[in-house]
């Protein structure tokens, strides 16, 4: 991180980040007390003897400062960036607790990966790899990260894998405790 330019780009997206995120909690702040004035003001022009008139033009217009609070509450947690990540992976909304979940990417020659096959030990200049999370959710949306994981595999073993996957589809219970293996050991 401290060679040059790439550190300079790394720590101006942190700070961008975290502008973001104290811009959307800001929102949801400010969100959060229109909301709190609707309710006050609603609550006031109903136990109140204003004419009748007035009271239907001030309960709209509480409806309408309400709106207005939750709109701004619902921008500022999709303006926060963590939130949003945590948005795009989250489960199905059944999901309460903890849940472990397994993705996949390519890695391209490009990238100079340097990490070794988890299979074979080969270096792994193109091939796949997984990540592994544990985390927990509440209604499918992830709160806490307990432990993340990758395994990196060369290009011969995830093709002979993946194809593995195809044919074997029914065993699935076995490629799952391979799974946990393989988390074991990335954990380690
Ligand atoms: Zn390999």
């Known amino acids: ?7 300079v780009v790394e720590l101006a997206d942190r700070i961008s980040e975290l502008l ?3 811009a959307g909690w800001l929102t949801v702040g400010v969100g959060l007390l229109l909301t709190g004035a609707a ?4 609550y006031s022009v109903a136990a109140g003897a204003a004419r009748v008139d007035a ?8 409806l309408f400062v309400l709106l207005a609070g939750l709109v701004t509450v619902a921008l500022g947690l999709f303006l926060n960036p963590r939130f949003r990540r ?6 199905e909304l059944t999901q309460f607790g903890r849940v ?11 990238e100079d990966c340097l990490e070794r096959c988890v299979d074979c030990g080969d ?5 796949l790899v997984r990540r592994y999370r544990e985390e927990y959710a509440l209604a499918g949306l992830p ?11 060369c290009l011969e073993c995830a093709t002979a894998e993946l194809r593995g996957e195809d044919v074997a589809d029914s065993v699935s219970d076995a490629v799952t405790d391979r799974s946990d293996r393989s988390l074991e050991r990335a954990e380690r």
Do not use: W
């Open 1 to 7: 991180m401290s060679d040059g330019p790439v550190g």
């Open 86 to 91: 945590r948005l795009d992976r989250r489960h």
């Open 55 to 62: 009271a239907v033009g001030a309960g709209l217009l509480a």
């Open 20 to 22: 973001y995120g104290i």
């Open 143 to 153: 709160v806490y990260t307990r432990s993340e994981g990758y395994n990196h595999y």
């Open 39 to 42: 309710f006050a003001f609603g």
């Open 100 to 110: 472990r979940s397994v993705d996949r990417r390519v890695v391209r020659p490009e």
């Open 123 to 127: 270096r792994v200049e193109k091939g």
